[in-house]
Every structure is written in structure tokens, then in C-alpha cells.
């Protein structure tokens, strides 16, 4: 980063000032000079292994000649320029004869043994696939037949080199079946060059080690590093060993020879990490593959199943075109005019208290914005809330403590903390990227990895410590490491004294956490508590990562304050690389939240008294909103089921979010009188309700998200449907506002919105959708005819978005927060105030069942089956249950039992250990399960749909033989 | 002198006064032991000291070199010389009451005075009497297993003296004054080696010692570790000293029991004794060492690959800069030696840097550790100092070729390539091996008479270097499959002339472009082939006929040739 560190390297007579730690391959780059590679890949570490990337360097000789000593200029050796590290002054040839020489070598032997018949074909870009060749080029042999055609790194780099492919080799190919039986891409690994991107993406980037290099030398190939499915070896089926392959060898499987006619920049709509994905379009306007942006801040380059293969409901033919009217009983299809007009109608009955508004938590800001500014002004109610939103206390009590709702660190700092504890999360499977740099970071011995959770998720497999804490208690676990810190003196003391309030209370509250009061109540031993305290207090920069998985909402306040406590009492916060991530769910939950889609706060938090918030937010509305706080998600259901609420305009139709901790939601909404649903597909409340609109899908607008960073990134349009009436939210929010007579309404584009956010919103201000646009860089520097990695050919410009607090045009935005201190001088430090809830009991359900989903346990067997083409795994699963409980229901080890569930039951055998608590049994079952059921669901076109891991009461039965 | 080590040493002398009262019978069991059937002998001898109620300690013992004698049983009664008997069988045990010279069961050779009449002495037996045993001092005279035994003898005197006398400065001084030079293969200057370890400011740091020794034909590392491992721990400790490292891997192929489990043994005892841990000897010096078994990968003997397998990764070599001195196993500055370079340490630092540079020649100080096998009428393990001719080594100590005369020599290992019959007057120098396109690598001689046939040779050697290709860089991954290809194309008789062009093409890139040094000597087995015995290639190709018929025969080498 800092200029006079840099130094000077000459590359083919072009002077570059580069890194001092670059390697000269990078330092070619960024000259401008290309130098052809195969394993190289940005982002990994080199792995100097396909030999193309040779240079040679000048050096000066003194030789002795007649007449004396003279200098000469030699060539020294050819080297992989990917591992030569730059010195100062260096001159470096890239494209000598000798260098050409031997990468013509190594492709000659490299095309030995892929399929290559086409290369030197002048008719290569102008053949089809059924063509008659009159070379002879089998079917299977063929470019145009390869999925890859479009961007194969081989064909690129044979064809840059200039080569006539006369080589007296032999050509052999491997004649391996195709592996097409497991979810979501293809393997042929006839076509694979053992580059390694993929091992090593998947080692060193993702932390998995799901596919390994197996056999050596002629045979060395890459397969699974266990069984022969990738449901066996651990996969997580991220995609990044699809994105990273210069060949055919692994491609997504649906639109697999489709070709892109271009590809946009946008941002997953999937969780709030805020991906940032090019999507590939074809000519017929459909998304055909999704390729993580390489040098986009939140994911860099990384993305999940679901960004990289559940995108695929958007090319649904079902997608509602039409609004929707319920005309005696039936939902019947009308202009968008007659629908507005209806709804006017209807709404007007229902202005003020009788009026509910939930939003999806993956609207963008604009829509988010318009929506609650029309719940406000035009329905004069204040019951708004996000359907992600059921756990309102997450960021909010975070606000309460420190100033600023959200999160305090960019998700890529984690990599750098010297210890992470994560907190009642499913990381893995529901923020997926946030665990990438963790799991990154762990695997590369730098950060200590502490999980308190007591499923068995995927992080707990690489945690240094892992606890499990009988459900519902982990915040009586904090208050014991709080103490212990503080009792210790592990304590920042001086940050306390000079940053903090509350210091006195809070000690006070904690007095009878003793480690042997904790211990009895989460079951942890004492030494273990400790530890985790220790470990967490002295390791360094030290970050939490905390979602509120199964605490129960009474808890959910104090156990936020917990976190922030444990946080502020050991300085880690206002640091780079010690950060406190409250993780969400919905991709917009923060956006959300920050423009007002809030029962009690206003765009910006703005308390709805008095203060001069409200009134900049009176003036440019020119109306008050509603003083009456509103109802939240849970009380507007509350509501809806008393009848005191009778009409609601839901945006999203996707209730899941919601229905595991709320129950049977769908049934409470069927009480409304009038019920409108804006959403993509005919859901399960559409069904029902009274009106229904066509909702455009992420990739149909433009607009931002705010993610869990608090970086505003911009959404490009990137399919634009051809048929089909479909609007963004705040379009027909817009439209139906002046339907009504609303004035403040005139929106004509997305960008019109956020300016008038930003002028209610002070930290919002500096920020526009002009200048997220201009401000993203090219950085491109190569010229892109040459062969290039599918991310870096994408990666033509970079965009780091704007994170928030941002209050000018020149204020560049607030990587992380309070690094100057707290908005209110000093962080809140909440005594501990908890009460010891009755255990429920439930005769019908007499057990907690906790449920757990891993990647993979290598200690059991796994077996694949093959069912209609697709790979499923079959086994039997174990339920652990404590001896004690055994006992009283007379199992013995591997009896078999039946669960029961609310509504579901299931069978299992019995694994009798002392790692239950009584009164509660758990099993863990495969992410590979998981992974089949999401790809048969895409290969329907419908959304991923995940069940999330939620404790349930069951009862627990034998099976009689 | 330490407290510590003194007690040690007294009570290993009470120990030898206490064996030196009792008979004493000795069986080689190391591997060439085993093979020949030291089981069996050693059952009958314990068999029989039971049976006659015999005073007798019984041990097994290492290899002593004398390979082509095994199995060997050394017998000697109190105050006697010691007697060693060749190609024991069970059924004709030496006398274990009396010493015999008639008969059947004639001593091979005594050692001690005064001798027996007829019988030499077990230096001065052709294949000793121009050995000079420095790192072998111990091999076959001590049990392995008994620390006493080798502290007895001197052992862990140097590390006494180093740790209390000596600066680690002061100990690379020796080591770089001994000339001496890595005997792995790469002949790197170890004390130059050590100074760039030593000046790591790293806290942790590591020496590797690589056993790993995959060449065929060699087996002088395993052969030390399984008759003398306390060298070996001496020297690593030696050399932790010297450069600052607390941690050692000795560095094994696993299924290699003998000397796997005799280097536990000695390890353990190293570390009950107060010679391995904290606080060495009372010196305040630490020093952790273990094993580190590898799977089957001939590759992992290369520094870097070696590094990946400890860590538990696919032994595929690292990419250099950083070197192993910067950036080792787990990340960390550290310091790798073969197992023969580090046996010499104890000797250097006891006798001095100037005493074992003025053995051997110029450039190659000291000695060489080599392994004679192949058409040899005596294989074995000898030490001979640097300098003297391969003639003297193979038809002096090793007694020439049985049959016919040498064709050729194999040395250093597959990658070596060979070494022609006229090539016999080389000297065993590092610049003179070089000079003459062969390498002396970890020491192995494999001997060829006029019955091998070189095509064939050469197709085994690459056969070899093709099987062990791990598979990482492409030039040797699909070079060595290619040079094969060929290779066995020619041995088929369907060879085109225009392949031997092709293999120069091939062998060419292999060694320019190559990752590390497996693909870039790759093509070393066929260049050197091809120099001396381009005809015999030529005879194949165009006439179709291989002059030793071995050519006929169907393969049975292994290999991982495309699918």
C-alpha cells in the first residue's frame, strides 16, 4: 500500500514499481505483459507446477575477454516466474526463443493427453457440433462439443503460443466415464490437465479437502479424498473448484453448453454477506451460470451453493407475470392498472392501526424505503418489520451498547484475528462465506477457533474448543467467562476505564456467576469455561461471531449484551481484526433496518419523538410519521390472529424465515380481511390472498443491499425479462401511492430513491448510486484477449461499495466502527440480569431434539446410492441420547427408535453416550443430504429451501422388531 | 565433563565389565541378516544356550558391512578374541563351548590379540583392509539397542564436550573446517548449511534428518540407523546446538521395522537417560526429537516433499525461494541432513575439523559410505575415504563381477544414470563423478556383467523414475511418461529411429523446465545410456534384436503409464 515501498522491476523494456513481496508473474501483470499460466490462479498461493510460466532474467557477467575484464548482459536459466520473487533492478525477458522453446514442450506433452484435434483447425470459432468434419475429429473430441469452449484456458494458451501441434507424442486420452451423478456440476476428468487449481482452491481457500490429487505420475489425476461421491468426501458444493478449472474437466451442470452473450455484475440475494457474482446471461435472457466476483470485498471470488447453483428460480417459467385479483375464490390475472386500482380502494379502509406491512429481507434499500415510507404516510401505521426480523434484539441491543446497529468489521478481517469465538451460528450453511476466512485462517494455524453451540455444526469440526451448553443456557456461559475474565484480571482495564459506562453495575450483576454456578447450570466443566475465557482474553485481536440460533427470545437481549460485554471488557472492539459480526439472515436485513423498516425507529434510527431527526424526515416526507410505536413481527401476527389487524401488504412471500420460530404463520395471515402479496412466484400465502403481484427477481432490478458489513453495493439489471409485467417494489409502491393521492411518490428510477434516502439518512449522506458506480476501478491491466482465468476475465473493474457511517461525498465511508471512539463518548457496559426460566415440560414431547449437519464424519461409514441418475446418501442415523434416559426408556446401544416430531417422525438407532444431556437427544446428520435435495430442487427451478437447525421437542419411542 | 554424563559414563563401563565376564554371541539381524535367515539362527543359538546351560549373553547387532558373509554370528568368550562366523545355518551353529579352527565351522576373521593362526584379523579381509570407519565405527560391534554399548565406546562424549566447551559457533567452526559435505546427493557444504539455519532468529526451528533413502541399491542410511542409531541422535543434537533448533523428525519410509523400531528404542532411552528433553545433560539445553513415518513415495526423499509428508500432506516437493532455512517444515526455518552426514558429526567434533579434512582428497574430505550390490561377488556396507578409484571399490573390496566382466555401474540411484565399464578408473569425488556424468548420490553401486542389456536397463531405471513421479509438475509428470513410452516401445522392437530424437526432445524440457530435481535428472538414466552404449539403442530400433535377449522377455515392472 505505501508508495516508497515499492520497487522497480523492468519487464520486456516496460518499467513497474511493484510489491516488495510480488513475484514477478504479478509484477508482469501489472506491466501489461503476458505471460502465459495454467496453475497459477490469483488469490492462491503459486504452486509452480504446469512449467508455462517461464522467463528468463538478464543479468550483467563481467567475462574476461582479450584486452580484460568487460560486462556482459547474459540470459540466466529459464525460471517459473510465478515463484521468482522481485528484487530491485531486475530485468526479466518473458518471450526469449529458449523460453518459447520449452513452453511449446510442455504444451506438446500437455495435449498428449487432452483431446486437441480442433486447435489447429482454422474453423474452430465457425464449427457446430454436428458438423462433418473432414479432419476426422471425433464427436467427443471436440472443442465445439466441450462446455468450456468459450473460455478454456488450454485452447487459449495453445492458440497464444502460436503452436502447429505437429508434436510426435503419442495422443492418448484416458477413457474415464463422465461423473455426472452428484449434485450441481459435472466431472470429466478426461479433460482434466492436474493443474491443481481445484485441490488447492478447495485446501487452502475453503478449508475443506474435499477432492484430493490421487496416483502419481501418468495417472495422477484429482478425485475425492474419500468414497468415491463428493456426498461422501465432505463437499460443501461451493463452486469454487467449478470456477477456478482453466478446462472442460468441471462445469455447472444445468445450462452446461449454453453460451453467455454477457455478463453483469450483482449481489446475491441469498444472506447478508453481500456476494458479488457475475451472472452470465444467454441470448434468450435467462441467468446461465454465476461466477464470484475475484477482487469484491465481502466474498473475493468465494461463493455458496446457494449464490453459485440455487440462483436458478429466476429463469422460472412460473414466475407470475400478471397481477393477481381473487375474484370468488379464484385468483384472476389483470393489468397492473385495475390491480392499483383495486387495492386504492381496498387500503383505504384499512388506513392507521388495522394496517400491517412486512417487508422481505432481500428488497433493496429503494423498495425497503418506499414500503415503509408508504406504511407511514399513506396507511398512517407503524407496524413495519422484515420477515427475517424475529430477532429484533440481534443488532439492535448492539446499538443500544455501542451507538451503531451493526456489525463492526469487515467479514475478511476475521482472517487476520487472532481468535474467533462463534456463538450459537450455523455459519456454514446460512452466511456461508463469513466461514470461509475462518476456516481459512484455522487451517493455516493462525487463529484459534472457539464454538459455542451445542449442535454439532460444520465449524465445530475445526474448532480448538467447543462447547456445548444444554440448550438455552449459553448466556449463563458468558456471564461465567465475563467473570472469570474480570476475576483474572484478563480484563482490558484501561479500555474500560477510559471507553466504557457501567462498569460497577455490571460487576455487581455477575457475583454469582461463579465458574461452579455456570457449570452447573450449562453442564460445561469448569476447566473448560476457563480456558475458552483465557484463550479468548489473551490471544490478541479477538472476534465474535454470534447469531441467535435457539435462544429463546427472552434470553435474546441479555445475551447480546453478554457478547458486547465480553467484547468491550477485553478492548476488542474499535481494532482492526477484533470485530463483533451479528450475523443475519436475510441478504437486506440491515438495509432493511437502517431505511426505517422498523415498528419503532425511523429511516436512519431515528426515534419517532421530538428530535431533529424526525423533523428532517417531516420536512422532506412533508407529513409526520404515525408517534405510536408499532407492532413487530411478532406482535402484527399476534395482532392478526386478536383481529385488531386486518390488512397487510407483504412483500416476498417466503414465510420460512419465520415460520420455524413463529409456528403455523400461514394460518394466523388467513384471518385477514384484505391481504396483498407482491412476490415472484404463487406462494404459500399467495395462494390465499386477496391480491397478488408479479415481483421482479434480483436479477431483474437495480437497486442496492446493505450487507452484514454495513457496505452499500449497487444491484445491476441483468436479465430483462420479455415478457411478463413484473415491477420492483418501490415502482408499484410508487404507482399505487399515487393512485391514492399520496403526494411524495415520484419516483421514476431507483437512484432518485436512495438520493432522498441519503438526505434523511446522515449516515447515508455522502453515499449515491452515482458514486458507487464511479468510484469502482478497472483494474484489468492485461489485455483480455489473452488467456485468462474465467474470475480475472470477469474482474474488469473493482468495486468495494461504500460502508457506512459515510456523512459527505468526501468521507470515504467507515471500514470499521468506533476506531475513534464511540458516537456517545463511551460504549454501555448491561449488567447481567438473568432469570432461571422453568424447564418446560411437555408430556406429549418429552425431549429436546438437537439437531446437528456436518460436512462430513469420517469416523462412520457412508454409503452412496444411485437413485434416477442422482447420488443420495444412505445411512442409518444415529440418535445420542444420555444413559440416564436410556435407561428409563430400556434402550440399549443401536436399539432402533422412532422420533416424533411436530408433525414429522423419523428412525434412528441409538447411541447411548455421556455427551447428551438428559432430557435431551441429538443427532448430526450429512450437508451432503442437504446438497442432494437443494440440487433436485434447482433442477426444478425452484428456490433453495433449507431447513434450518432448530431445536424441536419430540418424543422418542422403541421400535419393536 | 557434566555430572550427568559422567554418571552415565560410569555406569556403561560397569555394564561392558559385567557383559565382557560373560560369553558373548552377537547375530546380525539387520535387514541383509534377516533376509539370509538370522531369524532362524538366532532361534537355534538361543535354543542351544539354553539346552547347554551356557553363561551367554545373546544380542542382536546391526549390519558390520559384510553383507555377502550373513548371517553373521560373533562369538566371544571372556578374555578371547572375537571370532566371526559367515553363512550360519542352524543346522552348522559354531561351537558355542570352545573355540574350533578345524572342521566345518571356521572363523571368517578375529578381532583382538592375540588372533587365531590361519585366520585374519576383520580388518584385514579384502573387503575391510581398505576401510576407513568413521559414521560405520559402530555397525555390527554394538547392540543398538543397549545405550550402554555405544556410550561405552565414546558415545555422546562430543555432545558432552560441545555442550560444555563449545560455543555453537565454535561447533560449525569444526564442521566447516571438516570440509564436510551433504551425503545425501547434493554435496552442499553442511557447515555452510548450518550457518544459514543458525542465523534465523526464528524461536522455533527444526533438523531433519532424511532417511527416507528410496534409491534401489542403497541402504547404508537404514543400515546405520538399525545397527547404530545413537549416532544419529548425537548428531542431531549436535546439530540443534550448533544452529539453535529444539526439534528433530528422523525422517522414515514406514515398513522399514528394523530400523523404525531400533530408532524408537534409541530414542526413548535418549530421552530416560536425560539426553533428549529439557535440559540435556544439565546444560539447560532442550531438544525434542521423533520419527516421522512416510508412505510409500520415493519423491518425499526430496527436501521439500519431505517437509509436506511430516506435515501430513502428499509428498509433492514445495516451490523454491523460500528455501527450507527461511521457510521448513510447518512453516518454520529448518535445517535437513542426510542421516550419513549427521553420523559423522559426533567423530568431527570429538577428533576435530582438521583431522577428517585431511582424509579423502581435496573438495571431497572424508569418506564415502557405500553400497555394493548387484554382480558382485561382495555386496555389503563399506567406508572407504574419498579418492579411491570404483575399480578399487568394486574389484578390490567387492571382489568383481562373479561371471564375465562389468559392463557397467549404477550409482547414486535411478536418477544417477550409469557409469560405463571403461569409466571404472574414476576417482570417488564429488568434481570427478560429475566430471565423468555420474553421480555418487546416497552411495548405492549396483554392478552389471555383459548379460544386461542397457535398452532394458534404461527402461527399468525410468520405469522406476516414472513410477515415483509424484505427479505435481507437468514436464516430469508427462516426460518420465513419455521417455517410457518409448522406452518401452524400443524394448518391443517397434521403435521408429525418429525416437531417439524425440527422447532428447522430451529429456530436454524434463530437465530445463522440471520442478525439482527427480524430473530435472529424469532424463540422466537414458543420456548417460545412450553415451556409452548408443549402439546397442541403435541395434534395437533397426535391426530389431536385443544382443542379451533380456529385451524378449514380457515386463513386470510396475508403472503408471496412461490409462
Redesign the interface.
Known amino acids: 500500500m505505501v508508495n516508497q515501498d515499492r520497487i522497480r522491476v523492468v519487464i520486456d523494456g516496460t518499467e513497474v514499481s511493484v510489491r516488495p513481496d510480488a513475484v514477478v508473474l504479478e509484477a508482469a501483470m501489472e506491466a501489461g505483459v503476458y505471460v502465459p499460466y495454467l496453475c497459477y490462479h490469483p488469490g492462491m498461493k503459486?504452486?509452480?507446477?504446469?512449467?508455462?510460466c517461464?522467463v528468463q532474467e538478464q543479468v550483467e557477467v563481467e567475462v574476461e575477454r582479450e584486452g580484460g575484464v568487460v560486462v556482459e548482459q547474459q540470459l540466466r536459466?529459464?525460471t517459473?516466474s510465478c515463484?521468482l520473487?522481485v528484487r530491485d533492478g531486475m530485468v526479466i525477458m518473458t518471450s526469449t526463443d529458449n523460453v518459447r522453446d520449452?513452453q511449446h514442450?510442455?504444451m506438446d506433452?500437455?495435449i498428449?493427453?487432452h483431446p486437441h484435434g480442433c486447435l489447429t483447425c482454422h474453423r474452430v470459432e465457425l464449427c457446430g457440433p454436428q458438423d462433418i468434419c473432414q479432419r476426422h475429429v471425433s464427436v467427443n473430441d471436440r472443442c465445439v462439443t466441450c462446455p468450456k469452449n468459450e473460455r478454456c484456458e488450454l485452447k487459449d494458451s495453445v492458440r497464444f503460443l502460436g503452436m502447429d501441434l505437429n508434436s510426435?507424442?503419442?495422443y492418448?486420452t484416458?477413457?474415464?466415464d463422465l461423473q455426472i451423478a452428484d449434485p450441481f456440476y459435472d466431472l470429466d476428468y478426461n479433460l482434466c490437465?492436474?493443474c491443481?487449481r481445484c485441490v488447492r482452491v478447495c485446501d487452502e481457500i475453503r478449508g475443506d479437502s474435499a477432492i484430493?490429487?490421487i496416483?502419481?505420475?501418468?495417472?495422477?489425476l484429482v478425485g475425492t479424498s474419500r468414497g468415491t461421491s463428493l456426498l461422501q468426501s465432505g463437499c460443501e458444493f461451493c463452486g469454487a473448484c467449478v470456477d477456478v478449472c482453466p478446462v472442460g474437466a468441471l462445469v455447472e451442470r444445468e445450462h452446461k453448453w449454453d453460451k453467455a452473450v454477457k455478463v453483469e455484475r450483482t449481489i446475491c440475494p441469498e444472506c447478508p454477506v453481500g456476494c458479488q457474482l457475475n451472472v452470465e446471461v444467454n441470448k434468450r435472457e435467462k441467468l446461465i451460470r454465476v461466477i464470484p466476483e475475484i477482487n469484491a470485498p465481502a466474498n473475493k471470488g468465494q461463493a455458496c451453493f446457494k449464490g453459485k447453483f440455487g440462483l436458478e428460480y429466476v429463469n422460472h417459467k412460473e414466475k407470475l407475470s400478471q397481477p393477481l385479483i381473487r375474484n370468488q375464490g379464484e385468483l384472476q390475472a389483470v393489468s397492473w392498472d385495475e390491480a392499483l386500482k383495486y387495492i386504492s380502494e381496498k387500503l383505504r379502509l384499512y388506513k392507521g392501526e388495522q394496517f400491517a406491512a412486512i417487508a422481505s429481507s432481500s428488497v433493496t434499500n429503494e423498495s425497503a424505503y418506499v414500503f415503509q415510507k408508504f406504511a407511514r404516510i399513506a396507511m398512517n401505521s407503524n407496524h413495519v418489520d422484515t420477515d427475517a426480523n424475529s430477532r429484533p434484539s440481534l443488532t439492535r441491543a448492539l446499538g443500544k451498547a455501542l451507538g451503531y446497529p451493526a456489525s463492526t468489521n469487515p467479514v475478511w478481517d476475521l482472517e487476520n484475528s487472532k481468535c474467533v469465538m462463534v456463538i450459537d451460528a450455523n455459519v456454514t450453511e446460512e452466511q456461508n462465506v463469513v466461514a470461509v476466512p475462518i476456516k481459512k485462517a484455522v487451517r493455516a494455524?493462525k487463529t484459534k477457533l472457539i464454538v459455542i453451540d451445542v449442535r454439532e455444526v460444520e465449524l465445530t469440526h475445526y474448532a480448538d474448543i467447543w462447547l456445548q451448553p444444554r440448550p438455552f443456557t449459553t448466556p449463563y456461559l458468558l456471564a461465567g467467562i465475563l467473570r472469570y475474565v474480570l476475576d483474572e484480571g484478563l480484563a482490558d482495564t484501561p479500555f474500560i476505564e477510559s471507553k466504557c459506562e457501567g462498569f460497577d453495575d455490571l460487576y455487581k450483576s455477575l457475583e454469582r456467576f461463579t465458574l461452579e454456578m455456570v457449570s452447573g447450570i450449562t453442564g460445561i466443566e469448569e476447566d473448560n469455561i476457563s480456558a475458552t475465557a483465557k484463550l479468548f482474553a489473551t490471544s490478541g485481536p479477538s472476534s465474535i461471531v454470534y447469531a441467535l440460533d435457539n435462544i429463546p427470545d427472552y434470553l435474546q437481549e441479555v445475551n447480546v449484551n453478554a457478547i458486547t460485554n465480553l467484547a468491550l471488557v477485553t478492548g476488542n472492539i474499535g481494532k482492526p481484526f477484533a470485530g463483533l459480526y451479528a450475523l443475519q439472515r436475510g441478504a437486506n436485513q440491515q438495509g432493511c433496518l437502517d431505511v426505517g423498516c422498523s415498528p419503532d425507529l425511523l429511516p436512519g434510527y431515528q426515534k419517532m419523538d421530538e428530535s431533529p431527526g424526525q423533523h428532517a424526515i417531516q420536512s422532506v416526507w412533508g407529513q409526520r410519521a404515525p408517534r405510536m410505536h408499532g407492532k413487530n413481527l411478532r406482535d402484527i401476527l399476534a395482532g392478526v390472529k386478536e383481529g385488531v389487524i386486518k390488512s397487510a401488504l407483504l412483500l416476498g412471500g417466503k414465510t420460512n424465515h419465520w415460520e420455524e420460530e413463529f409456528g403455523e404463520s400461514d394460518e394466523v395471515l388467513k384471518k385477514l380481511d384484505f391481504l396483498v402479496v407482491h412476490d415472484t412466484f404463487l406462494g404459500s400465502v399467495g395462494k390465499f390472498a386477496d391480491v397478488v403481484l408479479p415481483a421482479t427477481t434480483f436479477a431483474e432490478e437495480d437497486g442496492t443491499y446493505t450487507n452484514l458489513e454495513r457496505r452499500i453495493q449497487i444491484l445491476t439489471k441483468s436479465i430483462v425479462s420479455k415478457k411478463g409485467n413484473a415491477q420492483p417494489a418501490w415502482s408499484f409502491i410508487s404507482h399505487l401511492a399515487n393512485e391514492m393521492n399520496i403526494p411524495g411518490f415520484d419516483y421514476a428510477h431507483s437512484s432518485q430513491i436512495f438520493e432522498e434516502i441519503a438526505s434523511v439518512i446522515p449516515f447515508y449522506a455522502g453515499i449515491s448510486h452515482k458514486r458507487l458506480i464511479d468510484e469502482s476501478v478497472v483494474t484489468l491491466r492485461p489485455d483480455p484477449i489473452n488467456p485468462q482465468p474465467t474470475q480475472m476475465l470477469y474482474s474488469d473493474r473493482v468495486s468495494q461499495g461504500l460502508q457506512w457511517p459515510c456523512f459527505d461525498l468526501d468521507d470515504e465511508g467507515s471500514i470499521r466502527l468506533y476506531q475513534s471512539g464511540f458516537p456517545d463518548h463511551k460504549a454501555l457496559l448491561f449488567p447481567l440480569v438473568l432469570k432461571l426460566s422453568p424447564k418446560p415440560t411437555n408430556k406429549e414431547y418429552p425431549f429436546l431434539f438437537i439437531p446437528g449437519r456436518v460436512l462430513a464424519q469420517w469416523e462412520r461409514d457412508v454409503e452412496v446410492i444411485r437413485i434416477d441418475g442422482v447420488n443420495h446418501i444412505q445411512r442409518e442415523e444415529l440418535l445420542e441420547v444420555n444413559p440416564i434416559d436410556a435407561l428409563d426408556l430400556t434402550l440399549n446401544q443401536g436399539d432402533p427408535v422412532e422420533i416424533n416430531g411436530k408433525g414429522w417422525h423419523m428412525s434412528a438407532a441409538v447411541f447411548i453416550t455421556e455427551r447428551s444431556y438428559p432430557g435431551s437427544v441429538s443427532m448430526t446428520t450429512l450437508f451432503g443430504e442437504v446438497a442432494t435435495k437443494a440440487h433436485l430442487d434447482t433442477a426444478k427451478n425452484a428456490r433453495l429451501d433449507i431447513h434450518g437447525l432448530y431445536i424441536e421437542s419430540v418424543s422418542v419411542r422403541k421400535i419393536d422388531l | 565433563m557434566t555430572k550427568a554424563y559422567n554418571a552415565l559414563f560410569e555406569s556403561a563401563l560397569e555394564h561392558h565389565e559385567v557383559l565382557d565376564s560373560k560369553l558373548k554371541i552377537n547375530v546380525g539381524m539387520a535387514i541383509c541378516g534377516e533376509a539370509a535367515g538370522s531369524f532362524e539362527v538366532m532361534e537355534a543359538i538361543r535354543h542351544e544356550v539354553i539346552a547347554q546351560g551356557l553363561d551367554a549373553v545373546v544380542s542382536e547387532v546391526g549390519c558390520l558391512g559384510l553383507c555377502y558373509a550373513e548371517p553373521l554370528v560373533d562369538i566371544q568368550f571372556p578374555g578371547k578374541p572375537r571370532l566371526f562366523y559367515g553363512n550360519v545355518k542352524p543346522e552348522n551353529l559354531p561351537s558355542l563351548k570352545q573355540i574350533r579352527v578345524k572342521g566345518k565351522n571356521i572363523p571368517l576373521a578375529t578381532l583382538g590379540t592375540p588372533g587365531l593362526p590361519g585366520i585374519p584379523d576383520l580388518y584385514d579381509l579384502p573387503m575391510m583392509i581398505r576401510q576407513v570407519r568413521i559414521a560405520l565405527r559402530n555397525v555390527g560391534h554394538i547392540d543398538p539397542t543397549d545405550l550402554h554399548q555405544y556410550i561405552a565406546r565414546g558415545g555422546y562424549k562430543a555432545l558432552d564436550t560441545a555442550l560444555t566447551e563449545m560455543t555453537p559457533d565454535e561447533v560449525i567452526e569444526q564442521v566447516k573446517l571438516s570440509g564436510l559435505r551433504g551425503r545425501g546427493g547434493a554435496a552442499f557444504s553442511t557447515g555452510t548449511k548450518w550457518s544459514f539455519l543458525k542465523s534465523s532468529k526464528a524461536s522455533e526451528k527444526y533438523i531433519l534428518c532424511n532417511a527416507e533413502e528410496g534409491d534401489p541399491g542403497a541402504f547404508n542410511d537404514k543400515g546405520i540407523l538399525e545397527s547404530d542409531p545413537h549416532t544419529l541422535i548425537e548428531g542431531m543434537l549436535l546439530a540443534g546446538y550448533a544452529t539453535g533448533a529444539n526439534y528433530g523428525y528422523v525422517f522414515i519410509r514406514h515398513g522399514h521395522d528394523g530400523p523404525i523400531r531400533r530408532t524408537q528404542i534409541a530414542i526413548e532411552q535418549a530421552y530416560k537417560s536425560g539426553l533428549l528433553g529439557k535440559n540435556i545433560l544439565g546444560t539447560g539445553f532442550n531438544f525434542d526429537a521423533e520419527m516421522s513415518l512416510v508412505g510409500e513415495?520415493y519423491v518425499s526423499g526430496e527436501e521439500t516433499a519431505l517437509m509436506e509428508a511430516i506435515e501430513g500432506k502428499?509428498a509433492?516437493p514445495?516451490?523454491?525461494?523460500p528455501f527450507p532455512a527461511a521457510f521448513g517444515v510447518?512453516g518454520k526455518p529448518s535445517n535437513i541432513n542426510n542421516i550419513k552426514t549427521l553420523a559423522y558429526i559426533p567423530e568431527i567434533i570429538s577428533k576435530g575439523g582438521n583431522w577428517f579434512s585431511e582424509i579423502g582428497v581435496g573438495g571431497s574430505s572424508g569418506t564415502a559410505i557405500l553400497c555394493l550390490s548387484g554382480n558382485i561377488k561382495r555386496p555389503g556396507m563399506v567406508e572407504v575415504p574419498m579418492g579411491l578409484t570404483m575399480r578399487a571399490v568394486v574389484e578390490e573390496l567387492g571382489g568383481g563381477v562373479p561371471t564375465g566382466k562389468v559392463k557397467f555401474l549404477q550409482t547414486g540411484g535411478p536418477l544417477g544414470g550409469v557409469l560405463g565399464a571403461n569409466k571404472l578408473g574414476v576417482k570417488l569425488d564429488f568434481k570427478a563423478m560429475s566430471d565423468a556424468g555420474a553421480i555418487l548420490g546416497s552411495g548405492g553401486i549396483i554392478v552389471a556383467n555383459e548379460s544386461v542389456c542397457a535398452v532394458d536397463m534404461t527402461r527399468l531405471l525410468v520405469a522406476f523414475c516414472?513410477?515415483?513421479?509424484?505427479?505435481?509438475?507437468?514436464?516430469c509428470?508427462?516426460?518420465?511418461?513419455?521417455l517410457?513410452?518409448i522406452l518401452e516401445r524400443m524394448c518391443r522392437f517397434e521403435s521408429i529411429p525418429?525416437d531417439m530424437d524425440?527422447m532428447q526432445?522430451?529429456g530436454?524440457?524434463m530437465a530445463?523446465?522440471?520442478?525439482c530435481g527427480h524430473g530435472q535428472l529424469g532424463f540422466n538414466p537414458v543420456q548417460s545410456a545412450l553415451d556409452y552404449f548408443g549402439q546397442e539403442f541403435k541395434i534395437h530400433i533397426e535391426e530389431g534384436r536385443c544382443q542379451t535377449g533380456s529385451c524378449d522377455i514380457n515386463f513386470i515392472t510396475p508403472?503408471?503409464?496412461?490409462?
Not at chain 2, 318 to 321: E, F
Open positions: 503459486p504452486f509452480a507446477a504446469c512449467r508455462l517461464l536459466p529459464a517459473a515463484t520473487p520449452l514442450g510442455v506433452m500437455l498428449s493427453e510426435p507424442l503419442s492418448k484416458r477413457g474415464l490437465i492436474v491443481g484430493t490429487f496416483s502419481r505420475a501418468g495417472r495422477s494455524r | 513415495s502428499r509433492m514445495r516451490y523454491r525461494p510447518w516414472q513410477y515415483e513421479s509424484c505427479g505435481k509438475c507437468f514436464p509428470r508427462l516426460g518420465t511418461t513419455h517410457l513410452e525418429s524425440l526432445v522430451v530436454k524440457e530445463s523446465a522440471s520442478l508403472t503408471r503409464t496412461r490409462r
